[in-house]
């Protein structure tokens, strides 16, 4: 059974311009979490999607947007890049959203998409 | 506001030894603490989780511990090998949103 999986693996990008990360869930889960870990610190939540709804947001600026399709694969988009912006960005796929059930709804990360802003 | 502080930064040791990493949390309310492995380039994998109730987990050679009282946990690495070489990354999850704190991770260099 495949893992979560992220595409693109690496992307360059200039300043201002307009990203957008895919994930595709493991079969059967339903939710799925955005990071964005900078180079050196512990990954930042950025999003959580459950059942195509939003149910979590980190305090990131409005320049980051996500969506949850049907088949609950997601998008992250990131506009009016800066060079801040430039991280390692991870999805995270669970069965249930995070506050949904217990706390061992457990989370299983994809390897992540490297983002470079020029 | 919620943190995560781990220590130390960054550790080197000899294959065969033990070591033990910590993380201090000041998440309230709490909900339950994750530690993570994450080698270089790759996505966080789990190695245990303990809610309030628990104060010991171990996973193989790993052993986690939790004082919720102090909001302190340790995860205790067994008998390195040089696969162990890795970031560790604590997490706490806040009851409620469960929204994740994560730490910036302590770096773990295992050599022969």
């Known amino acids: 059974d495949a893992g979560v999986t992220q595409s693109p693996t690496h992307l360059i990008k200039t300043r201002g311009q307009h990203v957008t990360l895919r994930c595709s869930p493991i079969s059967g889960h339903k939710s799925v979490s955005w990071y964005q870990q900078v180079l050196g610190q512990g990954p930042q939540f950025i999003f959580q999607y459950y059942e195509k709804e939003e149910r979590g947001r980190g305090n990131f600026p409005d320049r980051f947007s996500a969506r949850q399709f049907p088949n609950y694969s997601s998008e992250l988009n990131v506009n009016a890049l800066l060079l801040g912006d430039s991280a390692l960005y991870l999805c995270?796929?669970?069965?249930?959203?995070?506050?949904?059930?217990?706390?061992?709804?457990?989370?299983?990360f994809g390897p992540g998409t490297r983002l470079t802003v020029l | 506001k919620n943190q995560v502080e781990q220590s130390p930064q960054s550790l080197i040791i000899l294959e065969g030894k033990n070591c033990t990493l910590q993380?201090?949390?000041?998440?309230?309310?709490?909900?339950?603490l994750r530690w993570y492995k994450q080698d270089t380039g790759r996505g966080p994998v789990s190695l245990t989780i303990?809610?309030?109730?628990?104060n010991t987990k171990s996973n193989g050679r790993y052993t986690a511990t939790l004082d919720a009282d102090t909001k302190q946990s340790s995860l205790h690495i067994t008998a390195s090998q040089l696969s162990d070489s890795a970031s560790y990354i604590c997490?706490?999850?806040?009851?409620?949103?469960?929204?994740?704190?994560f730490g910036r991770g302590t770096s773990l260099i295992v050599h022969p």
């Open positions: 303990m809610t309030f109730s628990e």
């Open positions: 993380c201090n949390y000041t998440v309230s309310p709490f909900s339950n």
């Open positions: 995270a796929s669970s069965f249930s959203g995070l506050a949904e059930t217990s706390s061992y709804n457990e989370q299983f």
């Open positions: 997490v706490v999850s806040a009851g409620g949103s469960y929204i994740p704190t």
